[in-house]
Each structure stands twice: as C-alpha cells, then as structure tokens.
C-alpha cells in the first residue's frame, strides 16, 4: 500500500533536480476535495505545475480563494505555477420571455428563433 503522506518539501538544491526543469506539465483540477492549502500543496509537491479551474461549477469568489491558495504554495516554493480557467462553453441566449418562470418547449409545438427584442412565447 503506498504511503499517503506528503512528500517531504525539496531540500535547498531543488531547482537542480530534474523535477523543477521538466518541460511537460502536469495538470490538477481543483473540486470541493482539493481546494485546501494542504491539499493544494500536496499536488504541487506530488508533481502538479498547472491547476485547473472550472468555472462551470462555483462562484468567482471561491475561484479568487483558489487563485490566492495556489500563488501562496508558489510563493512558498519560489516555483513558478500556471493556473488554467476552463470557462463554459458557447450557449444560445434566447433573451427574454413574457412569462417570467420562462416556457417549456413540448414536442409538436413550433417555436421560431428570432432577432426581434420583444419578450417571445412558446
């Protein structure tokens, strides 16, 4: 069974290790069980140089707490770490409604798309 602990933090050579002069990267994405320092330190010293954010789930404040996370390991370890923002894909605005609670498309009935300001129906 391997050992769970943490690795032990690089001894003062470091940067010499062929560790810190990689040129591949290794990515981790951040959720509800890896969004502590300890845990974000983990991954870094486990091998991680690029975590991945994903703003389909959480609020932009969570996400400034994980940006403010990461830069703190970086700063601890004089190591540069790239963060990637996974932003949501295109969606189709459909603008506004005259029923507030929106509508329901149902099979058989015609809905039309078009460019006309005016609150639609279904």
Not at 15 to 33: I, V
Not at 38 to 43: D, G, P, S, V
Not at 59 to 81: F, G, T
Not at 102 to 108: D, P, S, V, Y
Request: charged residues 25%.
């Amino acid at each position: 069974v391997p050992d769970p602990s943490p690795p032990e933090p690089p001894t003062d050579n470091y940067k010499s290790s062929p560790r810190w002069r990689k040129r591949t990267k290794q990515l981790a994405t951040l959720g509800p069980a890896s969004c502590t320092f300890e845990m974000i330190e983990k991954l870094f010293l486990a091998g991680a140089d690029v975590f991945r954010l994903n703003f389909s789930h959480g609020s932009h404040a969570e996400k400034a707490d994980l940006l403010n996370i990461i830069r703190s390991v970086e700063a601890k370890y004089d190591h540069p770490i790239a963060i990637l923002g996974d932003l949501q894909g295109p969606k189709l605005r459909v603008g506004t409604f005259g029923n507030p609670e929106g509508e329901m498309l149902e099979a058989g009935r015609i809905f039309r798309l078009d460019l006309n300001d005016a609150p639609g129906t279904a």
